[in-house]
């Protein structure tokens, strides 16, 4: 069993950006909005602008008050696509219950929509033509390209139907030419759908989604989850000493889908630099 190292792999891809940003002297600029003060967002927004320093970016940080209004928050936004500096945009999700988070999405440019949250991105990676990558799903394939875990002609099955995880996920590992099943909460025969998984990728949010009996021998086992256990820590939703016994490939979390996350957020804010510059 190999444990995937997604600290390694998101080095590696964010050294390549910073290289190429200091070899042509550019400046991408991102700017993190964040309302209110949710403790996962906060550390989310931190290793964000952490990132951004790492690769050389400029960044902003705009920390609202709970109460922001749908108003501010979308003249902000509307602010942000008209400033030069600011090459890419991410307000951090959830927002608090009274804001429309589908309209801020929306408000944003298409052509600084880096999260490739916007409904014309979404449309973008189902036909498999686009400028931004979704950034988790696009982590996990940067993950198995690294290891060199062939996906041609695979049987892959991806738990959670999510608009930003699951269903991306599912088209990314199609256009890699696997055989997909995508399976949710509703989903019948769960345990032996995952079974016949060559590639499991679970999405869920649930600690123990995923146990021994349900992989297959040799499979690769990808944990999107991250959930706070009893004791406050960090867990993904795959039962890790478990279903490592059976694994060929398995990420641990955390350390493997995450810092992918923000390592393809760096490199869609550098797209979004080069395109807004006309850089080829
Ligand atoms: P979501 O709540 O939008 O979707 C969860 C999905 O799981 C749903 O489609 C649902 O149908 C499915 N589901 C729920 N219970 C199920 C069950 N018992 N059996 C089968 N399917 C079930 O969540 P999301 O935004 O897609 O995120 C999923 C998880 O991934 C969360 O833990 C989230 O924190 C994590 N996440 C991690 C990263 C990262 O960078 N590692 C990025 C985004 C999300």
Known sequence: MTEINGKIVSAALKDKIAQEVKENGYTPGLAVIIVGDDP???VYVNNKKKA????????????LAA??????????VEKLNQDDRIDGILCQLPLPAHLDEKAVIEAISPAKDVDAFCEADVGKVMIGN???SPCTPAGVMELLQYYNIDVSGKNAVVIGRSNIVGKPMAMLLLHADATVTLCHSKTKNLKEICRSADILVSAVGKIDAVTADMVKDGAVVIDVGINRNAQGKLQGDVDFESVKQKASYITPVPGGV?????????QNTLTAYKANKKIK
Do not use: H, K, N
């Open 40 to 42: 996962a967002s906060r």
């Open 52 to 63: 951004c320093a790492y690769c050389g970016f400029y960044s902003e940080e705009y920390a």
């Open 67 to 76: 109460d922001t209004t749908q108003q501010e928050l979308i003249a902000l």
């Open 130 to 132: 686009y400028t931004f």
């Open 258 to 266: 995450g810092p992918m996350t923000i390592a393809v957020l760096m």
